[in-house]
Structure formats: C-alpha cells, structure tokens
C-alpha cells in the first residue's frame, strides 16, 4: 500500500516561518522523485518545488524561489518543505507527490495531467495578515 502523509500545516501570521513533511511508504523511494504541489479553492494545482529532469537539482516556482527550501531523509523516506517568509498568498493546501521524475517535472512545471504518480492528501497552511 503506496502512502504520502504529509503533517506540519496550521495557521501562522505573514512573515513567519512553517515546515512541511511528507513521510513515504509502500514503494520504494528511490525509484521515484518527490515534489510538493499546492492548491487553493477554484484554481489548478500548481507545482512548488521539484527535481529538475536535467541535472537532479531543486527547482522551485518563481513564487516562492528564495524563501522554501526542499530537503529529503532517505533514512526515513521524508521529504521535507520548509517555508520562511510566509506571505498570505501562500495559503493553500499542499500536497506532496512521488512520480517518476519527467512526469513530476511536467507535473510541476505545465499541468498535473502529466501526472502517474501518488499524492498526499494535503496538509493546510494559512498565511494571516
């Protein structure tokens, strides 16, 4: 049974900091690459922050480039999302994702039809003003 469960998400003011983790099971983990996702009511789930296809780097949405950071544990198969800086646009759910890394990638970048992989359920983070 293929599980992402992601926990760390509440409510915090604008400016402050929240870290977001995703622990996986039933698969094995290094066969697939890892993302986070988000979405708010009405609006297309859009991508994070990704393992880029060309050189296995960390990518992230022009949105929150300098301010989240991915990290990875492979001891524990947790993927992590750490946020400083909240703004109140960064209210959404988020959800974390495995699928192979093409896939994740055009996920993340283009449109989640692009996307074979597993999701979370979500974990909500609210940015308050």
């Known amino acids: 049974e293929v599980q992402l469960v992601e926990s760390g998400g509440g409510l915090v003011q604008a400016g402050e900091s929240l870290t977001l983790s995703c622990r996986a099971s039933g698969f094995t983990f290094d066969d697939y690459a890892m993302a986070w996702f988000r979405q708010t009511p009405g609006k297309a789930r859009e991508g994070v922050s990704w393992v880029s296809s060309r050189d296995s780097s960390i990518d992230y949405a022009d949105s929150v480039k300098g301010r989240f950071t991915m990290s990875a544990d492979d001891a524990t198969n947790t993927v992590y999302l750490q946020m400083n800086s909240l703004k109140p646009e960064d209210t959404a759910v988020y959800y974390c994702?495995?699928?192979?890394?093409?896939?994740?990638?055009?996920?993340?970048?283009?449109?989640?039809?692009?996307?074979?992989?597993?999701w979370g359920k979500g974990t909500l983070v609210t940015v308050s003003s």
């Open positions: 994702a495995a699928d192979h890394v093409l896939n994740l990638e055009n996920s993340a970048r283009y449109d989640t039809r692009w996307f074979t992989g597993y």
